[in-house]
């Protein structure tokens, strides 16, 4: 058997990337297919760019990798968090039905990334607040990066109030009824059954957004209807952890919130006028 060399370039680290990720960041430096890299590592499987699947994964898989990378096994596991509790053997697990709901995938920050050395593409694991990249006001959700800042200020300041609910909230919980929030808002908006005054807002805010090149002009894409309807839906995140209690309640209250009833001051005027500037500091 021919000894194992470390590969020639080496990958900067990147926190919470996915295992995917990191194993095609790797080989498309060194100039070889994902396949032969999979084909080194043991298991002989294709691993997508999005995936994090560790079947046919074992220990000596992540041994391996760490000599084709030339770092230390726990340096691995610090930054790829499916490697945390990679087997002896290949894992089997269950489903777990809520696990789409305690993080998204999406791409990283480009201009964080850069700042650490990362050039290609890379995915990272991220909870919903984390969406919004909050050292450069970026939307990593999906389609162009683009800056946040002028184009949909209240996205960001709607951002540092979800950061702040994490303060009081169960990150987990938090992320499981940002979900819920998220899948109502986007059906008022998909299937015209919420308040109107929220959908002509949401309309106006896709129009801010411009021209989607590569979407149905006539159907917003989800990530585009999850960013337009993201500051009431921190809102609505908001309210429902508050209460959980009595469903029906919450979610008469939290449409009589979200169009301004019942609202203190301060969140009123977060909600009805888009053009306020985000909070600096």
Known sequence: MTSLRTLPVPLAR??????????????????????????????????????????????????????????????????????????????????????????????????????????????????????????????RGGGDQRPLRHLLPEALHANRRHRRLLRRHDLLQLSRDHHHAQELTARWLTDHDGPPELRQLWTERLQRLGEDPYGDPHRPSPDRIELVTYPETVTLTSLIGSNHNDAAERLTSSRASLIGTGQSHEDRADLLNPARPPLTG
Do not use: K, M
Not at 86 to 111: K, Q
């Open 14 to 139: 990147l926190p919470a990337e996915l295992l995917g990720s990191y194993l095609n960041r790797l080989a498309d430096a060194n100039h070889i297919t994902v396949r032969e890299l999979s084909h080194l590592l043991g298991p002989g499987r294709f691993h997508a760019r999005d995936s994090d699947d560790l079947t046919g994964w074992t220990l000596g898989s992540t041994v391996i990798l760490a000599a084709l990378t030339g770092r230390q096994v726990i340096e691995l596991r610090y930054a790829i968090p499916a490697l945390h509790d990679a087997p002896d053997e290949p894992p089997n697990p269950p489903p777990d039905a809520d696990s789409t709901i305690d993080f998204w995938r999406c791409p990283a920050c480009l201009l964080y990334a850069a700042s650490r050395g990362v050039r290609r593409l890379a995915i990272q694991h991220t909870h919903p607040h984390e969406r919004i990249c909050a050292t450069h006001g970026r939307w």
